[in-house]
T-cell receptor
């Protein structure tokens, strides 16, 4: 499976500032996903990022708040803009790989733990 | 409205015994189900999956059972080991290339 790294692994930020999270994959992948896991909650998809096209955002998430870049097939960034304490979460990127004839598996990075004061 | 539900937030089991983690779903369009394990400070790790054309999939100590009529799946770990202590997430999707819908997770504690 693909090896996925994220930077930073954790950060503490002041409200009103922005943080950019990087996701690097050791192989070329078409589809990358960004998830958020708020304390005590399940993983929630923020957006799907395909190289060469605009990211597709899920309901409740907007580009102005979570701009995403996907400049090539091995890298993506997620920016959390104008942060508030409610943005304190673990942010994870994942990639999709074909491991079965009919289905693709998703593999996750280690996550970025963000605390907003 | 949660489409994937893990109603037990935690489960404690003795080493060597069976661990059974349960998951219910509401969307009949889901046709692929996965279990992930997550240790603190790490991302979720894929464990095992099952498609809707099967009712059982086995991989070593891990077996997933799917009951489509009840919209229920379960993960069995036999025998349980202390290293299995982690948060287990159930996830579902309706087709390849679409997002996974996750449950809230069940924290499994295996004591020696």
């Amino acid at each position: 499976s693909a090896v996925i790294s994220q930077k930073p692994s954790r950060d503490i930020c002041q409200r009103g500032t922005s943080l950019t999270i990087q996701c690097q994959v050791d192989s070329q992948v078409t589809m990358m996903f960004w998830y958020r896991q708020q304390p005590g909650q399940s993983l929630t998809l923020i957006a799907t990022a395909n190289q060469g096209s605009e990211a597709t955002y899920e309901s409740g998430f907007v580009i102005d708040k979570f701009p995403i870049s996907r400049p090539n097939l091995t890298f993506s960034t997620l920016t959390v803009s104008n942060m508030s304490p409610e943005d304190s979460s673990i942010y994870l990127c994942s990639v999709e790989e074909t491991t079965d004839l009919f289905y693709n598996e998703q593999f996750f990075g280690p996550g970025t733990r963000l605390t907003v004061l | 409205d949660q489409q994937v539900k893990q109603n037990s937030p935690s489960l404690s089991v003795q080493e060597g015994r069976i661990s059974i983690l349960n998951c219910d779903y509401t969307n009949s369009m889901f046709d692929y189900f996965l279990w992930y394990k997550k240790y603190p400070a790490e991302g979720p790790t894929f464990l095992i999956s099952i498609s809707s054309i099967k009712d059982k999939n086995e991989d070593g100590r891990f077996t997933v059972f799917l009951n489509k009529s009840a919209k229920h799946l379960s993960l069995h770990i036999v025998p349980s080991q202390p290293g299995d202590s982690a948060v287990y997430f159930c996830a579902a999707s309706s087709q390849a290339g679409t997002a996974l819908i996750f449950g809230k997770g069940t924290t499994l504690s295996v004591s020696s």
